[in-house]
């Protein structure tokens, strides 16, 4: 599926009001675009506003200098009152309002064209494209850019049908190698919270992941729950470490904290995300979801965000693969909603970004778009996670056909990839296409920190050169962040999302450039292998 990563920072140099947009990934060499804006007075303040109408805390500023001269700002009139309405009409102006605004100011100019030359490419495959916003200055974490929205009556982005929208982190920790799971495995944590009936929730909580619709009964795979009430820390881990698990869900108490957020698992008993992540990744855990109040929610000092601190950040750059946080306080009915159309799009195999919005249109048709719910859940991803988490049992990887063409002479080389270390590995490469990454499920596995989980493929094409069938070998890079070389003579050359033709001696590097080195070789043009 097609993927498009934006990231947004803040300029600190060039005056605390300016920021630079860029895409981190594109599925085409050219969409790597950049561009430089200001968050103007004009945001923040319908920003402040909105707070006052839609956020359950304190609202956080963001820390603007003064307006630079001759500065643009956007104009959206849509005949807003004065703030301290509270009437249906005005929320719903001011949610569109807001949504507007933001979109104008992420997608302008050339980060415009990325996206729409992405999308139309993704359209081109049948498929949706993946977007994911990487924010990495503190102060803009706690906004709702998920209800960006282009125009007036279209769809806000985390809607559309042809976008799957969630925010991601580039600075993690790689993923660790994932189990192929056939079924929906929960631990359900129920943890302190005065307003909760904790048996009683349970019982919900349970009924809700575990049932589904009569309709669809034959077509979803089984979900597997075990609950634990008020677990010790020592319970919780002991648990997670005894069984495999794919989900983590909790529900109770939550709150900012500067080390990830805290979750009450008792009266006395917290752990913070920090100490959940160190469990979470070594278990093999997949999703975290939390039904807990603020777990997208940075923490924050005198109403200045502080880095990296909320649960679902903390989650995400220690490896957990995905996180599902709410940005702001979520109603139970709300959240009961959400759950069970998350659970049933999960049991019927989606990706776990095309679930969450799934179940956000489910939230926006029941609580109405001028009210909050349909905003307050967050998904983040890990950027070398594509989001799968169940799949079928005979579901295996698909293999090119025979190409060859009869009766044409057809010398199949032994063509291989092998390593220049001391006592390194020689793969011989398939016919078809040979899969490079970090993970077993590759042909060639690469278990170094800096190698993707899909990094590369080598593709042998068959080439006709007059009464023969010539294979040729090329090479196209897919890891997350550009990290394929090979050497020129000009040193080592980095291959971006390209696709480069292989001779033999061609010396090649997967991960870091400081790393293995490997060479391709054709040995033997008359060999059958």
């Not at 003064?66 to 700002?73: L, M, Q």
């Not at 003579?489 to 033999?504: V, Y």
């Amino acid at each position: 599926m097609s993927c498009l990563n934006l990231a947004i920072a803040r300029l600190v140099n060039t005056g605390n009001d300016n920021f630079a947009i860029w895409v981190v990934k594109a599925p085409y060499p050219s969409g790597y675009v950049l561009r430089d804006c200001v968050f103007s007075p004009e945001l923040s303040q319908i920003w402040q506003e909105w707070q006052q109408m839609f956020a359950g805390h304190s609202p956080l500023d963001i820390a603007l200098a003064s307006t630079s001269p001759g500065a643009k700002y956007m104009t959206i009139d849509l005949n807003l009152p004065q703030g301290g309405q509270t009437t249906s009409p005005y929320s719903s102006r001011l949610m569109q309002y807001l949504g507007i605004s933001l979109w104008r100011w992420v997608f302008d100019g050339q980060i415009l064209g990325s996206l729409e030359r992405s999308r139309g490419m993704a359209m081109g495959q049948n498929k949706r494209l993946r977007l994911r916003l990487e924010i990495r200055d503190p102060d803009l974490i706690a906004l709702p850019w998920e209800i960006m929205q282009r125009e007036p009556g279209q769809s806000a982005i985390s809607l559309s049908q042809d976008i799957l929208f969630s925010r991601t982190i580039s600075e993690v920790e790689p993923l660790p190698n994932l189990r192929t799971d056939p079924a929906l495995k929960v631990l359900l944590v129920l943890g302190h919270d005065d307003k909760l009936e904790l048996e009683k929730e349970a019982a919900i909580l349970e009924k809700i992941l575990s049932e589904c619709s009569p309709s669809r009964k034959n077509s979803v795979s089984a979900c597997l729950v075990k609950t634990l009430l008020q677990p010790t820390s020592q319970q919780l881990i002991q648990e997670l470490e005894t069984q495999s698990y794919n989900v983590f869900f909790y529900a109770g108490h939550g709150m900012p904290d500067p080390d990830g957020g805290l979750l009450f698992l008792g009266t006395d008993l917290t752990l913070n995300g920090i100490e959940l992540a160190q469990v979470l990744t070594r278990t093999g855990v997949k999703l975290g979801v939390f039904n807990a109040c603020w777990g997208a929610q940075p923490a924050a000092i005198n109403q200045q965000a502080i880095p990296a601190s909320s649960l679902a950040e903390v989650l995400i750059r220690h490896g957990v693969p995905a996180v599902l946080a709410m940005r702001d306080e979520i109603a139970d009915q709300e959240s009961h909603s959400f759950i069970q159309a998350f659970a049933e799009a999960l049991r019927s195999r989606k990706p776990i970004d095309e679930a969450v919005a799934a179940a956000r249109q489910e939230l926006l048709t029941v609580y109405k778009f001028n009210q909050p719910a349909w905003t307050l859940p967050v998904l983040y991803l890990h950027p070398d996670f594509h989001g799968d988490l169940i799949k079928s049992v005979d579901e295996g990887i698909t293999e090119l056909p025979d190409t060859a063409i009869s009766g044409i002479n057809s010398p199949i080389p032994t063509a291989s990839l092998r390593s220049l270390s001391p006592e390194g590995k020689t793969w011989l490469l398939r016919s078809g296409v040979t899969r490079i990454g970090r993970t077993k499920d590759n042909d060639i596995v690469i278990p170094e920190l800096y190698v993707s989980k899909r990094h590369a493929e080598i593709l042998c094409r068959n080439i006709i050169a007059g009464s023969q069938s010539v294979p040729t070998y090329y090479l196209q890079d897919f890891s997350t962040y550009g990290t394929t070389w090979c050497l020129s003579p000009n040193g080592w050359q980095q291959i971006l999302r390209e696709e480069i033709l292989l001779t033999s001696g061609m010396k090649l590097k997967f991960g870091s450039a400081k790393g293995e080195t490997w060479e391709f070789v054709i040995e033997d043009m008359n060999s059958d292998w």
